[in-house]
């Protein structure tokens, strides 16, 4: 598996058609367990709304759920999955909740409404690209701790964890080739005292696209 699309950060986005307002909540998820949640905590939260339609799609075992809670079927759960069929997204669940505001959408209507509740919440989540990042262990002294994080940052790495004792036992995560420019830096900096050891592999979500 090269890699996959995933949201970049949960969002939440709303507008209103013909006084009926339509809110919409994305996350990202892992599992099916975890989106069910995020569903039943929204039908809880909005418990006076008369629709909370839903989908996800999970990369894992390739779950693929909708529904049209109440709505006629085939204008919500559907509409709301084929945009992020579209845009070739996973590990994501939305739900759009409607408040009805007593004017009939029409199939139609309610199809568009839908699809831009899901739309909306995908742009202001953004996307991110998940692929197979390395992970590799460091023990720091704490005199280059905050040069050691910069330095990582700089060339797109994230810390995973960090365990405080006579240094800092690091655990370092990196895109593809990005590991090499690091060393480099690692290297020059400490004088040469400092290296890398793997410590294995990781998919891991990259910056916002």
Known sequence: MEGYR????D????????????????????????ARAKIEGIRKARYDARHHCW????????AVRYSDDGE???????????????????NVCCVVTRYFGGILLGA???TR??????????????TAWVSLWTLWDLPCPYPL???????AAAVGGVVRSADYGAAVDLRLAFPPDA??????????????SLALSPAGEEFLPGERE
Request: aromatic share 8%; charged share 30%; net charge negative.
């Open 113 to 126: 409404a839908y699809a831009r509740g899901a739309k909306d919440a995908l742009d202001a989540a953004g």
């Open 6 to 9: 995933v949201p970049f950060q």
């Open 72 to 90: 006629p079927q085939g204008t919500a759960g559907q509409p709301m999955l084929n945009v992020f069929q579209r845009e070739g997204v996973t």
């Open 11 to 34: 969002a939440e986005s709303e507008f209103t058609e013909k006084r009926s307002r339509f809110i919409s909540n994305l996350w990202r998820v892992e599992s099916e367990a975890e």
């Open 145 to 151: 701790l905050e040069r050691v994080k910069l330095d």
């Open 108 to 110: 139609g209507g309610l």
């Open 55 to 62: 989908c996800y799609l999970i990369q894992e075992g390739g």
């Open 179 to 192: 590991e090499r420019a690091f060393s480099d830096r690692l290297t020059e900096l400490s004088a040469g």
